[in-house]
C-alpha cells in the first residue's frame, strides 16, 4: 500500500491510499455484495434521462460532491482486517508514505499522517452513531409506495462511510505504532507544487491567510505523472471544497477570491 499526502492549501492535506498488488479474495463479503449491487444499480439510474431516478441521482451526485475531501481519504484506507494485521507484521512490511517534500518537510511528515488520521475521529465515531439512530426512525418511510425508502439508505450509507473512515484511520494509527512506513519524499509532487520551504530549512514562512497551493490544471497534471487515474476525481473534489472554503472566509472578512500560490505560474489557471 501507498499512501499519499497532498498538499490543497498552506493548512490543508489530501490523504490517499492507492492499494498495490490487490489480490481477490476467494469469497466476498456481503458489504462487498452490497456494494456492488448497489453500484450497478446507481449506474443504471445514471442512465436514465428522466424520471424520479435521474432526480435521486442528480441529488446524490450533489451531496456526495459535498462529503468532506477528508472523510473520502480515510475511506481509501484499506480496514485493518486480522488477515490484513498478520501480514503487514510479519516480515519485511512497510507501507510508502509519499509526499513533496518542498512542501512538507521529513520530519514532519509523519505527524502530518497522525493528524489526519485521527482529527475526525470523534466526529466520524457521532455521526455513526446518529446515522444508526437515524435508522430505524426512517424505517416506516418503506411503506410509500413506488418510491425507494430514501432517507433509510442514506442513512445507511452515512452509517457505513463513517465506520469506513474511522477504520481508515485506525489502521494509519495501526501503522505508525508499529513502524511499518517507508518515507519516501517524491520529486514528481515536489516538481508539481510551488517551493514552500525556507532554503535549507524544513520550515515554511509564515502565513497569516490560507492560500490554494495547487490548481485543477495542476491537480491532473499531478495525477497524469503519478499515472493513477483513479486519484483524479478524489484531488479534483478536495481542491474544490478547499477552494471554495478560502473563498467563504475571503467574502466573510471582505478580502478577494482565492488565488493560487504566488509562486504558481499564471498560466496554470488557464483550465482550472
Known sequence: ???FLLPISTRRTLLYAQK?????????TIADKVIV????LWAGWEKK???WQRKVVDYGNYALRRIPYEEWGLKSVPPLSTRRREEETVGNYKAQ????????????????????GTEREKLHRTRLIWSLIGMPISAPFALVPVVPNLPFFYLVYRAWSHWRALAGGKHIQFLIANTLLSLAPNQTLSSVYPPLLKEGTDTAPGKDKEELLITQAKGRELVKALE??????????AIWQVENAINEKHQES????VVPHPKEKPNDNKNS
Do not use: F, N, W
Not at 498495490?20 to 466476498?28: G, W
Not at 471582505?254 to 477570491?257: C, H, I, P, R
Open 20 to 28: 498495490i498488488h490487490v489480490v481477490p479474495s476467494e469469497k466476498q
Open 254 to 257: 471582505g478580502a478577494q477570491q
Open 97 to 116: 508514505l509519499i509526499y513533496p517534500d518542498s512542501v512538507i518537510p521529513t520530519t514532519k511528515a509523519l505527524q502530518v499522517l497522525h493528524t489526519l
Open 37 to 40: 449491487r448497489a453500484t450497478k
Open 49 to 51: 434521462e428522466s424520471g
Open 228 to 237: 493513477i487515474p483513479e486519484l483524479e476525481v478524489e484531488l479534483e473534489r
Open 1 to 3: 500500500m501507498r499512501l
